[in-house]
């Protein structure tokens, strides 16, 4: 069997091993233990107190922390999607429910199923040797809650000009609802009656062609179950993206939402605890068999075609976002050692209150780090299992 990956985008060997930094860079501070810091478990830092440390040192070990924290919990919540999407395929193609059961663990859950449903794939390759997959990933659409970071910003005494929201989304564009206008193009998610361009499965005409629920990446007349596009549209009852003759409501950056007037701290703080209102949509996953055909095949694109999306999402969308956040925290925690020096008097409560909550920070961040690695791997293996080999999924652009 043969694997063609005719566009898969920010392949996941390139994620691999990007966490490394923050780890290294947090461990300059030692081997501090002690005490639990008990607001990196609750995430409520609404009364974080260091007594007698300077305010604006308080306010940046405070900002680190509750980076640590929200960059820890997507982390978690990434494994958690991983575990249900990989279970959810396995379920279908008759596992074992024990097969396909684990919790969240520094992404060994997610690495005991995901590579198990592999596995089962990979079996179901073998047998069917003379058939001839063919599969195409396209780039999952993720967008930054401009309003989020905003609301953080305020925090930092920053205040941004409504005006100027698209020139500070650096490279990307601003998407959301228009109640006017749309002057681009209007996306509607999941299941919709579409007359345009449709990215997923169409139930009716594919350019003209029954579909029944088969991949279309042209236009639909029917049912989309996927992202329908409707160009020059003046009343867009999904995504307005570039340009609304209105104020855009809840609007999303593609990229990095990040306005000059901004200090390095505050962004990487707000990016950091904004992470999880980062929504990515599934990407257009098209899966094709030009050889043999066989009803193990059949049931088993079937089934890739509904669950591939999910964990392409994870995996090439939130974990891309997710380094991101983790870079940024590599270099805040770079900067520690230089902030605990301001740590003073040396004996007072607020220094070995410090002392406990950089301790926890070190445990967290080597867990995020790993997590991070086995997530995008156990995810990756899934593309793997198709072409027999895991690396050949991980390259991007395999044959």
């Known amino acids: ?103 969240p663990s520094k992404g060994e859950g997610a690495k005991k199923v995901c590579e198990a449903v592999a596995a089962k794939i990979g079996g179901i390759v073998k047998a069917n040797a003379e058939a001839k997959l063919s599969i195409e990933i396209g780039e999952p659409k993720c967008g930054a809650d401009v309003d989020a970071l905003i609301d953080c910003f305020k925090g930092c005494g920053v205040t941004i000009d409504p005006g100027k929201i698209a020139a500070n989304c650096e490279g990307g564009e601003i998407s959301g609802k228009c109640d006017a206008e749309c002057k681009g193009s209007c996306s509607v998610e999941g299941g919709v009656a579409c007359k345009g361009k449709c990215d997923g499965t169409c139930e009716g005409k594919c350019d003209g062609k029954d579909a029944k629920g088969a991949a279309c990446s042209g236009k639909c007349d029917g049912k989309c179950g996927g992202s329908c596009k409707i160009e020059g549209s003046a009343k867009c009852e999904g995504t307005c993206s570039g340009g609304c003759t209105a104020e855009i409501k809840a609007p999303k950056c593609s990229t990095e939402f990040k306005p000059p007037s901004v200090s390095a701290d505050c962004q990487m703080n707000c990016a950091a605890k904004t992470a999880a209102s980062v929504t990515c949509s599934p ?16 049931s088993l694109i079937k089934n890739l075609q509904v669950s591939v999306p999910k964990i392409a999402k994870i995996q090439l969308g939130l974990a891309k976002r997710l380094v991101g956040q983790v870079k940024g925290l590599a270099t805040a925690c770079a900067a520690l050692p230089d902030i605990a020096k301001g740590l003073v008097p040396p004996t007072g409560k607020g220094v070995i209150k410090a002392g406990f909550c950089a301790a926890q920070v070190i445990e967290i961040s080597t867990g995020i780090g790993a997590s991070l690695d086995l997530n995008v791997s156990a995810s990756a293996s899934i593309g793997g299992s198709i072409s027999g080999s895991a690396s050949a999924s991980a390259s991007g652009g395999t044959k």
């Open 283 to 298: 990407p257009t996953v098209k899966i094709t068999n030009s050889g043999k055909a066989s009803a193990d095949i059949d």
């Open 1 to 103: 069997m043969s694997l063609k990956i005719s566009k898969i985008v920010a392949g996941p060997a390139l994620l691999l091993g990007l966490a490394s930094p923050f780890l290294l860079n947090c461990g300059a501070l030692g081997n501090l233990t002690g005490a639990s810091c008990d607001e990196l478990k609750t995430g409520d830092f609404a009364n974080f107190k260091l007594e007698g440390v300077a305010p604006d040192v308080e306010a940046k070990f405070k900002g680190l922390l509750d980076a640590v924290y929200s960059v820890n919990k997507l982390t978690i919540d990434m494994e958690t999607g991983l575990i249900e999407s990989c279970g959810e395929l396995g379920k279908a193609l008759g596992m074992p429910e024990a097969d396909l059961k684990a919790e």
